[in-house]
């Protein structure tokens, strides 16, 4: 569908070989207010307006040493408040900055408000202020918004990096637009009888209106690029143009003649080109390449004069806003995407007529773990997929073809998930690695006492993972515990999986390995420390043939070496000790290294 936008403003590229109206210096820019067209790009270096100064905001110097470099000025006098902004378009490989002054006098511009001068390194077709036209939203080619009052004067200047360049379009954008869309501009800076020059699209009806009162005769001509023609028949206070040219009105009065030149510049309309349904596999982010469809939407026409856009809806394509990212990532399912086709010259030449269907297959998400223990004692396992997609298939590599699945040996297990739509077949797939876990048992445990730093170190036969604890303290992964006082301890040893815990309690005490009841003062006598810290502890010590050498309590000084008064020989020596534990029942201490040696 192809029509003029009354809400946006537009300049448009016109090449042709007569004088222009390009203005490449400030105090002849080209007063712009609706549909005002730039016809025939901007040519020779003119004459440099920054006085030779080195920056002007953003603005360097160009190849030709100086600011200006094929320029071109234009003004525009705000009618309206509201949000405003600009699109310049032009071809891919050329260079154009710009510089924007809020100023009623070219003597007096200031800094520029808006400034962008950028390298085209990236082959982009826009630059301006506001939003980029075809969803970039982190383009540097891009200005913030501008926030216009009524009655304020601006000047725009235009500039190409080199002397390579075809032109450029400008296209008026913003909220202002849709809120005035005949009146955001103050057209009373253009004083042309006949107005600004038109921009418009092949097919458009464009009548020239030269209606002044007292008007005698009218004679038209037409300017092709060969001089002006009188068109033939052409008399009346209006004329319809159907052809882009300069075209002339001479207006006869009894008092004067009035001569006003116009500029018409009819573009080419874009033809879309049918787009094929697009099926592809999604996951979470995944994002379709819409670039990968300019091809087919431009169908043979030169990307150099046509941009494409896609979007949500019909209203967005048709009014060329909220062009969806080019990195798109669909919502999932199927969706309509909308195809629009704009020509660079003049944005109001487009075609919205063209879509496609994008279908997006969800691969499977598998949420499963990739780790799983069975526990010796209970046997089995299930793995896989517990709360499954009826839609989906599945393929265990053990041939079973169920969501989840009962293990009970180590193993890898890969599960396989399909998704197929359209003939799009969208997979997914996940290895389970099962180990067993044994039930944790305690071998021994080694009670390093009699210093001050006791030490407990718990023993395992098997080289499994597991997790200990004394006295209720929180897990760790290592067996040895320091620092622990005397006293009646439990200590704890599990299984990390859930698979079991097993306890013990243990007595720290402590004891010489060594006495010497010689009378040299020293190891006169053996006996345990820590005794206290039991419940009625009692100490029994024996010779290796088990006879019951001495019992003792926590009250007793300690065994001299003599048994019945009389002193016994230098050899080993057992002992067994006992307390009452929490439950009131008398139980033997475990893991003490029971003997002890006797010296003289």
Partial sequence: MIKLFAKTLLLLLFWQTVQA????????????????????????????????????GCLEPTTTGAIESNSAWYRFRTAESGQLGFNIGHNANEDWDFALYRASDCSDLGEPIRCNFFDNSENTSFVGVGEDPTGDEDSVHYEDWLQ??????????????????????????????????NSALDCSIVSNLLGPP???????????????????????????GGGYQLIAGANGATHNVQNSGQYRVVVATSSESIVSDVQVVFNEVPVTGMLTDETFCYEADTSFDLNSKNSEALNRMNPNDFVVSYHSSQTDA???????????????????IY?????????????????????????????FDEEAVICEAVGSLEIGE???????????????????????EAGEYTLTVTNQSNGIVCEASRAVSVEISTMPQISSIDIDDMSVNNTVTINTENNDAYEFSIDGSDYQSSNVFEGVPPGVHTVSMRDPYGCGVVEEDIVVVGYLAIFSPNGDVLNETWQIEGLSTLNSAIVTIYDRYGKLIKQMTEFDAGWDGRFQGKPLPST?????????????????????????????
């Avoid at 097919?203 to 300017?223: H, Q």
């Avoid at 009131?584 to 893991?591: I, P, V």
Wanted: negative net charge; glycine residues 8%; proline residues 5%.
């Fill in 21 to 56: 109206q390009v203005a490449q210096d400030c105090i002849g820019a080209v007063p712009i207010c609706s549909n005002t067209p730039i016809n025939g790009g901007t040519n020779g270096f003119g004459t440099d307006d920054f006085n030779g100064a080195a920056s002007s």
């Fill in 148 to 181: 216009v009052e009524a009655g304020e004067d601006y000047y725009l200047f235009i500039n190409n990096f080199s002397n390579i360049n075809s032109g450029f379009s400008i296209q008026f954008t913003g909220n202002i637009w849709l809120d005035y869309p």
């Fill in 198 to 224: 038109i921009a418009a699209c092949e097919g458009d009806n464009v009548v020239l209106d030269a209606f002044t009162s007292g008007a005698i005769n009218y004679e038209w001509y037409m300017d092709s």
């Fill in 318 to 336: 048709e009014a060329g806003v909220n062009p969806l990212e080019k990195q798109y990532v669909p919502t999932g399912g199927s969706e309509i």
């Fill in 339 to 367: 195809v629009r086709a704009t020509s660079l010259a003049n944005p109001d030449c487009y075609d919205a007529t063209q879509s496609f269907t994008l279908n997006a297959i969800e691969t499977p998400v598998l949420n």
């Fill in 386 to 408: 517990t709360q499954p997609n009826l839609n989906y298939a599945y393929q265990w590599s053990t041939g079973e073809q169920t969501p989840s699945i009962m293990v009970s």
């Fill in 572 to 600: 080993d020596y057992w002992f067994k000790l006992s307390y009452v534990n929490d439950d009131g029942n008398r139980t033997y201490a475990k893991h003490l290294q029971s003997h002890f040696s006797l010296r003289r």
